[in-house]
């Protein structure tokens, strides 16, 4: 309850805080200076409810003389400066001040009263007022108009390395005005350094990293939802967003803040690093929670012209050719330094008066589109039309779409010249269309044709060259493919070939599943999800089976999807709902599972009747088995399987009350098309995502961890993740931890079980359940280590930390998935401590 109390502490101070500025009376409030006025250093102004101050500041403890003029978020201050006036020409002593003149707006005078600093601001008048609004922004307006459009000078259109909620970035290309940011020189030194950030518009918009004169790292062209290499962007468990302009006068975009989503600003720091900063109130620090360039494939063009670069373990860049493509050069490939690129196997047969040629296309599937900056985009065409004028076109060498918004192909194009540069895998990235010479299909023959002249002498060297070269070709084939599920699934697997199993599995026909789930007829439904509809069914030799319908939306080929179902099927555990047979018919996908009498978990435990069923004992059991089957997929497999969704709904228990994980693999054989809403949808289900996950989209076994505790918590306790008031806390977790860190864990536990409860084992399970959702997820121990806690009593369990927490606002408490799309109010807050 002191949780509570300090919840009410803070809303007072706050609602004070509001009252005193709204409350100002006559007379100069402190976030205005009116004309004539003027502030000197140590005096500052306030924005009206106190959250932003302007003042004279010195970055450096060692060089205290400099003084600069600045606006800081006031929570934490001048460690945080957002903006500054005199950045190239500091003060030399605290003499400053800064005057509010009726000619040219505002001026920062030195001691012996030289303009430092002016804001040039045109219009300005006896009637101009300078004040620091609450956004942040510095504005020169006329005293009785208060509109953003009378604005006669504004600090958001001349950004120092911040970006804050509200400000534009980009270029108006009428008027030339640009909003970019720029570095610092250092961590202490405002001065201008090295970075500058800003919207490139040759091409598709862009976001460009320059270091000096060079590119260091693109977030990729626009494709009218996202930056092609920042597909996060587009989640819909967004804290902020970005409002993109892409007219003929304007690329712009505004950075806006979803409701409740703490302060935010995006920094571009002094090593060209952007991060994107949350400030935590309870704790009071500045928490990095996403940052770019992330990996060394986002370093621009690191893999030279038509490479292809991948991360495979996120130290070092691992470059390939596309297919068709050889290293240029072997030998400084086989150093790892790949930037003089790759070069076509067979040259491209374009006729060259550019009527009639047989070259193909060949998909690269997922990835970051290349730099744009010489391509020629036609917003027009369809990509029919694209391809067609990119065959007819010699200089053409690849085409994509070039905005992905609305059904199909997309609309308009892109049609690179010459060649390609800094393309990259990317989970959801998108397809790049590659030209290639028709001859270029049978590669080895073209290899063996090359061996037969070549006298003996030199024969040893070129095979060991080409030895190099295929060694190359195969690995950049196997990594395509590992790619391909790469890109769809976010993971790599153990190295194992496609297409290479003798196939078990059955392919039953569509004619015999139609007849046995009476032509899929509602009452044979068994339930819908995210994925589609499953029907009970009982197929031509007796055997009673339930029957997933896949939603249309799966991007994959027949091929791909039959691959991944082999696969999928020879994962077999107890714990895990055993896959029979699957049927590919047109464009329906239906895979066939064993039929599981008992219902899913969530309509025992979330149910005042069915509750009661569940005893502990047998709640336990559900707990160590759903702990077994996530260990089988995470390691004892050949695959490492990420569920991704795991929850309660998706844990079916079987006549003897024994759980089994279904729909696991789902992502694998959905394919990539997670922004594509609710049926399409391979993401987590709010509650049981973790906070990486559902806020950068970084994922790993680790979040299965995270849902698994969450799934632990709600089996102890008969709660809902999903509950927005649980127990006068904002959710579950809150709730959790409340009882847990006042020693009262065991009023967790659920009253129906109150006769056959051992609180000794429930205790434990809420203590490992906690651990599991913690907030990092190197914090979180790995599922192995989970079920040696579970079944081992003797095993010491650690002490888990204050988790974070989401809590959601606007939740609809639907028992199906798709509710989760609807969800976009949400605000992260952190339980307060009560001691
Ligand atoms: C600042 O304002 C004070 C009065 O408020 C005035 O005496 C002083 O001369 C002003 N300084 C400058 C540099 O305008
Ligand atoms: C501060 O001092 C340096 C060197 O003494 C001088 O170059 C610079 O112009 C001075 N700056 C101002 C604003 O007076
Ligand atoms: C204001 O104008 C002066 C003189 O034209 C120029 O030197 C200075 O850089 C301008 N200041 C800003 C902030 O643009
Ligand atoms: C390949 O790269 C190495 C090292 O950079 C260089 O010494 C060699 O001359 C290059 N070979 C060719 C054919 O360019
Ligand atoms: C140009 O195109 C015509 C008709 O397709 C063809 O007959 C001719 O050989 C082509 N010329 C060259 C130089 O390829
Ligand atoms: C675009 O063309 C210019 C001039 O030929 C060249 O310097 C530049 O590298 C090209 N950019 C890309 C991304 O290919
Ligand atoms: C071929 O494509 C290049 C670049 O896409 C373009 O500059 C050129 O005008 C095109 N040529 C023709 C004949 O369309
Ligand atoms: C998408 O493109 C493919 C070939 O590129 C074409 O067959 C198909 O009809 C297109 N679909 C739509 C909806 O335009």
């Given at each position: 309850m002191a949780?509570?109390?300090?919840?009410?502490?803070?809303?007072?101070?706050?609602?004070?805080?509001?009252?005193?500025?709204?409350?100002?009376?006559?007379?100069?409030?402190?976030?205005?200076?009116?004309?004539?006025?003027?502030?000197?250093?140590?005096?500052?102004?306030?924005?009206?409810?106190?959250?932003?101050?302007?003042?004279?500041?010195?970055?450096?403890?060692?060089?205290?003389?400099?003084?600069?003029?600045?606006?800081?978020?006031?929570?934490?201050?001048?460690?945080?400066?957002?903006?500054?006036a005199n950045r190239d020409t500091p003060l030399n002593s605290s003499s400053g001040v800064l005057v509010m003149s009726s000619r040219v707006g505002l001026r920062l005078l030195d001691g012996s009263g030289q303009t430092a600093w002016s804001s040039n601001t045109t219009g300005a008048s006896a009637s101009s007022v300078a004040q620091l609004l609450e956004s942040g922004n510095l504005v020169v307006r006329e005293q009785s108009s208060s509109a953003s459009a009378a604005f006669q000078w504004q600090s958001f259109d001349h950004?120092?390395?911040?970006?804050?909620?509200?400000?534009?970035?980009?270029?108006?290309?009428?008027?030339?005005?640009?909003?970019?940011?720029?570095?610092?020189?250092?961590?202490?030194?405002?001065?201008?350094?090295?970075?500058?950030?800003?919207?490139?518009?040759?091409?598709?918009?862009?976001?460009?990293?320059?270091?000096?004169?060079?590119?260091?790292?693109?977030?990729?062209?626009?494709?009218?939802?996202?930056?092609?290499?920042?597909?996060?962007?587009?989640?819909?468990?967004k804290l902020f967003y970005i409002q993109m302009v892409d007219g003929p006068d304007e690329v712009t975009y505004v950075l806006s803040i979803t409701a409740g989503t703490p302060f935010t600003r995006i920094v571009l720091d002094e090593v060209g690093k952007v991060q994107v900063l949350l400030w935590i109130p309870s704790s009071r620090v500045w928490k990095e929670f996403t940052w770019l360039p992330r990996d060394a494939c986002d370093d621009y063009a690191s893999c030279g012209?038509?490479?292809?670069?991948?991360?495979?373990?996120?130290?070092?860049?691992?470059?390939?050719?596309?297919?068709?493509?050889?290293?240029?050069?072997?030998?400084?490939?086989?150093?790892?330094?790949?930037?003089?690129?790759?070069?076509?196997?067979?040259?491209?047969?374009?006729?060259?008066?550019?009527?009639?040629?047989?070259?193909?296309?060949?998909?690269v599937h997922g990835v970051k589109l290349p730099d744009t900056d010489n391509?020629?985009?036609?917003?027009?065409?369809?990509?029919?039309?694209?391809?067609?004028?990119?065959?007819?076109?010699?200089?053409?060498?690849?085409?994509?779409?070039?905005?992905?918004?609305?059904?199909?192909?997309?609309?308009?194009?892109?049609?690179?010249?010459?060649?390609?540069?800094?393309?990259?895998?990317?989970?959801?990235?998108?397809?790049l269309y590659l030209r290639l010479a028709k001859s270029e299909s049978g590669k080895r023959g073209h290899v063996a044709t090359i061996l037969v002249p070549v006298m003996a002498s030199v024969l040893v060297l070129t095979a060991a060259g080409l030895y190099l070269v295929w060694i190359c070709k195969l690995r950049a084939k196997r990594r395509n493919k590992d790619n391909l599920r790469k890109a769809i699934l976010g993971y790599s697997t153990a190295p194992y070939e496609l297409g290479d199993e003798n196939v078990e599995l059955p392919f039953v026909s569509f004619e015999d599943i139609a007849a046995a789930t009476n032509n899929f007829s509602e009452d044979n439904m068994l339930g819908q999800g995210g994925f589609g509809k499953v029907y009970k069914g009982m197929l031509p030799d007796n055997k009673v089976v339930a029957i997933k319908r896949l939603g249309k939306g799966s991007r994959q080929g027949a091929e791909e999807f039959r691959n991944e179902v082999v696969l999928i099927a020879k994962l077999q555990h107890r714990n895990l709902v055993r896959l029979l047979g699957c049927c590919i018919h047109g464009d329906e996908r239906l895979l066939i599972y064993e039929y599981l009498p008992n219902k899913s978990l969530d309509c025992f435990i979330f149910d005042a009747a069915s509750k009661y069923l569940l005893d502990w004992p047998t709640r336990f059991k559900i707990i160590k088995g759903v702990s077994r089957?996530?260990?089988?997929?995470?390691?004892?497999?050949?695959?490492?399987?990420?569920?991704?969704d795991l929850k309660t709904s998706n844990i079916l228990l079987d006549?003897?009350?024994?759980?089994?994980?279904?729909?696991?693999?789902?992502?694998?054989?959905?394919?990539?098309?997670?922004?594509?809403?609710?049926?399409?949808?391979?993401?987590?289900?709010?509650?049981?995502?973790?906070?990486?996950?559902?806020?950068?989209?970084?994922?790993?076994?680790?979040?299965?961890t995270y849902s698994f505790g969450v799934i632990v918590l709600e089996i102890i306790s008969g709660l809902k993740i999903s509950l927005t008031h649980c127990k006068g806390f904002p959710?579950?977790?809150?709730?959790?931890?409340?009882?847990?860190?006042?020693?009262?864990?065991?009023?967790?536990?659920?009253?129906?079980?109150?006769?056959?409860?051992?609180?000794?084992?429930?205790?434990r399970c809420i203590q490992i359940g906690l651990l599991c959702v913690q907030d990092n997820p190197d914090s979180r121990p790995l599922i192995s280590s989970v079920v040696t806690m579970l079944e081992n009593e003797t095993t010491p369990v650690p002490v888990p930390i204050q988790p974070m927490y989401f809590s959601y606002r606007g939740t609809t408490q639907g028992t199906d998935e798709n509710t989760s799309s609807s969800m976009n109010n949400m605000s992260l807050t952190t339980v307060l401590e009560g001691r």
């Open positions: 949780v509570l109390n300090l919840v009410a502490l803070i809303f007072a101070t706050l609602l004070l805080l509001l009252r005193r500025s709204s409350g100002a009376g006559a007379g100069i409030s402190s976030d205005t200076l009116n004309s004539g006025g003027n502030i000197t250093d140590g005096e500052t102004l306030l924005s009206a409810s106190g959250s932003f101050t302007l003042g004279f500041f010195s970055p450096s403890t060692t060089v205290p003389t400099k003084r600069y003029l600045g606006i800081w978020f006031t929570a934490s201050g001048t460690d945080a400066v957002l903006w500054v950004p120092s390395n911040t970006l804050l909620a509200g400000m534009r970035f980009g270029k108006n290309l009428k008027t030339g005005l640009e909003w970019s940011l720029t570095s610092w020189r250092a961590k202490d030194d405002p001065a201008t350094g090295a970075y500058r950030r800003v919207m490139d518009t040759r091409g598709l918009p862009d976001i460009v990293t320059w270091q000096g004169s060079a590119k260091k790292y693109r977030a990729g062209p626009w494709n009218g939802r996202w930056f092609s290499g920042v597909p996060e962007m587009d989640s819909q468990y012209v038509f490479g292809l670069c991948n991360v495979d373990d996120a130290s070092a860049p691992s470059c390939s050719c596309a297919v068709g493509f050889s290293p240029v050069n072997a030998s400084e490939w086989s150093r790892k330094a790949a930037s003089g690129g790759c070069q076509r196997d067979v040259p491209l047969e374009c006729d060259r008066n550019g009527t009639v040629t047989t070259d193909r296309f060949t998909p391509a020629t985009v036609d917003m027009g065409a369809t990509l029919e039309q694209c391809r067609a004028r990119c065959l007819a076109n010699c200089s053409c060498v690849a085409y994509a779409p070039a905005d992905i918004r609305g059904e199909g192909n997309g609309s308009g194009c892109v049609m690179w010249k010459d060649n390609i540069v800094d393309v990259r895998y990317k989970e959801n990235g998108q397809d089957g996530l260990l089988y997929l995470h390691q004892d497999s050949r695959l490492t399987i990420i569920h991704r006549a003897d009350m024994s759980p089994k994980i279904s729909d696991f693999g789902m992502a694998r054989i959905f394919g990539g098309n997670q922004h594509e809403a609710n049926t399409n949808r391979v993401v987590g289900t709010y509650g049981y995502m973790s906070p990486e996950y559902a806020m950068d989209g970084a994922f790993s076994v680790k979040s299965d959710n579950l977790l809150a709730y959790a931890w409340s009882l847990w860190i006042n020693d009262r864990a065991t009023d967790l536990v659920d009253s129906s079980l109150a006769k056959s409860c051992s609180y000794s084992e429930a205790l």
